[in-house]
């Protein structure tokens, strides 16, 4: 079985279990300061291929969104909105210019102390890269037809794609108003006195994503992008964004999220999680089992995240899936 942890603090309640050997997965909570004064905001990042990006999103994102959401009217979701997919976007670029910076000048220092700030259990290994590259520079080491110009592409491509990509859901609430941002497949849910609003996921199979992936340039094959990555947007995942041979932050796979805004009253709560909640359990079955649990008080937000873990690993167990194949699952439960 994996890991578990469960634990609460004043901005709500986290529930996390860790099925693989490297937890992809990341949570974080902080105060979001904007031009009409200060926001809670909680966010879920789920990392796939390698937990780079959703670390480098726990640790840096905050900070930004703070700089990029300090003079935005918190009351104008045109104002928001805009300057939520500029942030995105922004944070985007910044993370695959660094990585292009140590391909282009081949020193990867600021890489690999990036990688121990991060605390990384999964890190590039940097003296393999260097004779991957070098291989594929030597036209020795080269099956015949293939050139030294695509062989290189093809190690810049794996060493991308070695540090994967990540979702991300946030909420961010003040006096009466909740935004629930979301790019992937993770989502957000908000429940209150019957009302049940929740936020859609970014799949290649939807029709309105299916026809923007291949308006981009790219296909869907098996219901994922380019025959690989089950959601269509997302943190990274470069070698998807690519139109042309070129970096694109709103290529096949686009980093541009969707933004819901809602008028909420006191006594409401929120549900941010991954698809390893949501694959077993429909955010109508949760609801109704906070309902039944909590009564309305969320004063034990701890144990019921505990109870909320224990049941989906058991429809987990009902459906005979191997632990291996179980994907993390990662939440937090907070009440507006």
Known sequence: MGRFRAGENEDGACGMVRMGRTGQDRIASFDLETGEGSAKCLAVFDGHGQEFIAAYLEKYLPEMLNEK??????????????????????????????????????????????????????????????????????????????????????????????????????????????????????????????????????????????????????????????????????FGDFVLKQIDGEYHPFGPVSVMPDVYVYEVSEGGCLLLGTDGLFDVLSPEEIYQMLNAWTRGDLSRSGEFCKKLLDVALQKYAELDHPIHEIDDISFWLSKI
């Open 69 to 234: 959401m300090k003079k935005v009217r918190f009351s104008s979701p045109r104002e928001v909105q805009e300057n939520i997919a500029q942030a995105f976007e922004y944070f985007d670029r910044k993370i695959h210019d660094l990585l292009m910076m140590a391909w282009l000048t081949e020193n990867y220092s600021e890489l690999e102390n990036l990688y121990v700030y991060l605390d990384l259990e999964s890190r590039l290994d940097i003296n393999y890269l260097k004779r991957y590259r070098e291989a594929a520079q030597s036209e020795v080491f080269l099956p015949p037809g293939l050139s030294t110009e695509k062989a290189l592409r093809e190690v810049r491509d794996w060493f991308f794609s070695f540090h994967g990509g990540s979702t991300a859901v946030l909420a961010m609430w003040r006096e009466g108003v909740l935004y629930m941002v979301n790019l992937g497949d993770s989502k957000g849910v908000y429940f209150d006195r019957g009302c049940l609003e929740y936020t859609e996921d970014h799949k290649p199979e939807t029709p309105s994503e299916r026809e923007r992936i291949y308006r981009s340039g790219g296909f869907v094959c098996m219901g994922r992008v380019g025959g690989t990555l089950a959601l269509s947007r997302a």
